[in-house]
């Protein structure tokens, strides 16, 4: 679980860039709509989530403790919630919200596998 951790942090935090410039588009193009979307808004928090997230995989990725794991669940499962349910005009969260799903999932079994090696 170590490589995923590092690997995952790492895409997380390179796609970061990507999801933030989306989202500014995102945002843009609801602005000059005026269509009262809010999934530019919405993808700027998704992003900054993936950032935290990405950190804290790479930063945690060796502990044996159960806290980085659980940081991880929260961050990346918040980031997947909050992009399903407010991507709006913005569909690329989705695929957004699904890597961090993916996190968030290999996060929790991380967390399984530490406590039956204990």
Request: proline share 0%; with cysteine.
């Amino acid at each position: 679980m170590k490589t995923w951790k590092l690997v995952s942090g790492i895409l997380s935090m390179i796609l970061f860039v990507l999801v933030a410039f989306q989202s500014c588009a995102a945002g843009m193009l609801n602005t000059l709509e005026d269509n009262g979307g809010t999934s530019g808004s919405v993808g700027i928090i998704v992003a900054i989530l993936m950032l935290t997230g990405g950190i804290v995989s790479v930063a945690t990725r060796k502990s044996q403790g159960k806290g980085g794991n659980i940081a991880l669940i929260i961050l990346f499962g918040l980031a997947a919630l909050m992009g399903f349910v407010g991507y709006g005009n913005y569909s690329d969260l989705v695929i957004w919200a699904f890597w961090c799903l993916i996190n968030a999932v290999f996060a929790v079994v991380a967390m399984i596998k530490n406590k039956k090696d204990a």
